[in-house]
């Protein structure tokens, strides 16, 4: 967390993470409790993406979000917290024990109103959410292997004017052959290519933390016309 981007140089990087203006002493002390809990994990999105992601809500003007993987809760705080009166943010995670803490933190923050939590493979709950325009914002950071059948599922579900951000799509850099390629590296090349042929929408990536795309419907809409 005292990072932005492993594949900028290391001044730049800590200038961008100090520089991202989310004061939160709560998420200060999620990180930290995190950090201890589990210092083997890293999946913790950075402080510059966090505020990023809080911005991208507001100025989509979202009121219905949508989380897929939670961990201990540090995206999905961003998410709430700039959702307006009455907005709604549903957050998607396999396991209980990080979402313990995560529930915690929500309930310190006065957020237990806005975010509801379904605990079980993603897929399966994305495959039960009706077909339509249910959500405005939707943030992928989950297993890397189901990345595309995630952004399938998601955006015959967006809403007209809706945006999505998917995490670590850079990969460390190594998805532009910065380094030798690994499993992740082929599987976030597979994603991305499938997001830029994709006619239904169009996408940027931006070099923030591990890489984020940003992704919003073409026109005329995020389904494809019968």
Known sequence: MAHASAFLDPRISAYLAAHAKLSDPLLAELVDETRLTYPELHMQISPDEGALLRLLVRLCGAGRAIEVGTFTGYSSLCIARALPPGGRLLCCDVNEEWTSMARRY????????????????????????????????????????????YYDALVPRMATGGLMAVDNVLHRGWVAGTAEPDERTHLMREFNEHVLVDPRTESVIVPIADGLTLITAAEPGWRTPD
């Open 106 to 149: 929500w309930e310190r923050a006065g957020l237990t109103d806005r975010i509801e939590l379904r605990l079980g493979p993603a897929l399966e709950t994305l495959a039960r959410l009706p077909m339509g325009p249910l959500f405005d914002f939707a943030f992928i950071d989950a297993e890397k292997t189901e990345y595309i059948a």
